[in-house]
Nanobody, 125 residues
Framework: VQLQASGGGLVQSGGSLRLSCAAS????????TGWFRQAPGKVREFVTT???????YYADSVKGRFTISRDNAKNTVYLQMNSLKPEDTAVYYC????????????????????WGQGTQVTVSS
């Protein structure tokens, strides 16, 4: 499956952004999807994931502020980001992993076989 992320931008601290990730070339409902981010000089880190069955998991740093959702009819996964902080500044990547299980999830980027191109999110203080 191919992924195309969009929706990044510059926002002030405390603001909100919604990222989208459109999938094509595969049966989207057969994939778990996730968002990862990478700040300059840092390793790519897990942000959130949603299973085929709709179960959601979050990094502690974003819990309560970010919400992941998916619309299988539109082959799209979303990341609603509220109460943004300067430390959320990074390139955000969407990713997908094919899975048979509706509840299986992973926080390991190595388990995701498909990646979008990344979208920059910058939060100013």
């Amino acid at each position: 499956v191919q992924l195309q992320a969009s929706g990044g931008g510059l926002v002030q601290s405390g603001g909100s952004l919604r990222l989208s990730c459109a999938a094509s070339g595969g049966t989207f409902s057969r994939y778990g999807t996730g968002w990862f981010r990478q700040a300059p000089g840092k390793v790519r880190e897990f942000v959130t994931t949603i299973t085929r069955g709709g179960g959601t998991y979050y990094a502690d740093s974003v819990k309560g502020r970010f919400t992941i959702s998916r619309d299988n009819a539109k082959n799209t996964v979303y990341l609603q980001m509220n109460s943004l902080k300067p430390e959320d500044t990074a390139v955000y990547y969407c990713a997908a992993r094919h899975t048979i299980s509706s509840v299986s999830y992973s926080r390991d980027p190595g388990d995701f076989g498909s990646w979008g191109q990344g979208t920059q999110v910058t939060v100013s203080s």
